[in-house]
């Protein structure tokens, strides 16, 4: 790819979770140029303010409310605008509201920035990132959800918890839809390079069904637990946000799962939904299928026919 501003990243979506994604990135220094736009200019403009006032305390970073004229030439754009999720409502549920609104903000991105990665984070992200793809007409490379890189968060935080070792030296993946049938893949879950069989022999601490059933809930019931509370998640799945962006624009080839077109892993095809990437400033460079066991895979299956009929909907 050639960019013109091979670092500038765009943020569609000035929102709870756009206005946090601009901030934890404005901190990263990752993106020398960060532009927003929102339908609401006022909000966007005054989140750009608010921003540039930080700019002193992080690093150099040119940050500005714009239009879709600014999208050109961006090497990313972020899509996170869209309707919040209510509490009580699921993902899927969503997914009338912000297909409308996706459908008018993709021809504008692609019209200006034809040779951007299109990140998308709505929900629901994998069906989404689906209606972006066929929208879009991009190579399934540059078309990346964020997924289930939170759920997998979530999972690698409770696992370390559990065990009393820090979230980084646990290994672990939730697979498949970011929504209620998301697959925690058990069988390749490793802390420290050891199987979790192996560690809990070595610790001392027993990882039963009744505990591996808590996290798992834990972890699918996490997002409606905090919409409960305070309305609205967007630190985490911000950092998130910011992660892949690093990945892409350092060309790091680093593993995620984010949500992206799969065919033929698994006698799955064409759905859009996560599983352990190789994500680098082509996008997704590399999709991996790690050995599932059986259980894993079927529950996978259930999940992708979930999400293809969703998908359906959208045809």
């Not at 799962?257 to 990437?277: K, W």
């Amino acid at each position: 790819m050639s960019h013109p501003h091979p670092h500038r990243v765009a943020i569609v979506g000035a929102g709870h979770v756009g206005a946090t994604a601009a901030y934890a990135l404005l901190l990263s220094g990752i993106a020398p140029e960060i532009v927003l736009i929102d339908v609401d200019t006022r909000r966007a403009e005054g989140e750009a303010m608010d921003l540039a006032h930080a700019v002193p305390f992080s690093e150099p970073v040119r940050i500005w409310a714009g239009s879709y004229e600014d999208v050109e030439g961006a090497a990313v754009v972020v899509l996170t605008a869209g309707a919040n999720q209510q509490p009580g409502e699921t993902r899927l549920e969503l997914l009338g509201r912000n297909a409308a609104i996706l459908r008018e903000i993709i021809p504008q991105v692609v019209a200006r920035a034809p040779d951007a990665i299109l990140l998308m984070t709505n929900n629901p992200v994998d069906v989404l990132t689906w209606a972006t793809l066929t929208t879009s007409a991009f190579p399934p490379q540059r078309v990346i959800g964020s997924g289930t890189i939170l759920d997998t968060a979530r999972f690698r935080s409770l696992l370390s918890q559990h065990f009393g070792v820090d979230a980084r030296s646990v290994h672990a993946h939730i697979i498949s839809e970011h929504g209620d049938t998301e697959v925690a893949a058990w069988s390749i879950a490793t802390i420290g390079g050891m199987p979790l069989e192996d560690f809990q022999a070595a610790s001392g601490r027993v990882l039963d069904d009744s505990s591996r059933q808590a996290i798992v809930e834990q972890t699918r019931r996490a997002a409606y637990e905090i919409i409960a509370r305070k309305g609205a998640t967007y630190y985490a799945v911000a950092a998130g946000i910011v992660r892949i962006i690093q990945a892409i624009i350092r060309d790091e080839s680093t593993v995620l799962t984010v949500s992206s077109r799969v065919s033929g892993s698994y006698g799955l095809e064409d759905v859009c939904l996560s599983l352990p990437c190789i994500v680098n400033r082509w996008g997704v460079a590399r999709l991996l299928a790690p050995p599932l066991t059986k259980g894993e895979v079927s529950a996978l299956h259930h999940s992708a026919t979930v999400l293809k009929a969703a998908q359906s909907t959208l045809q």
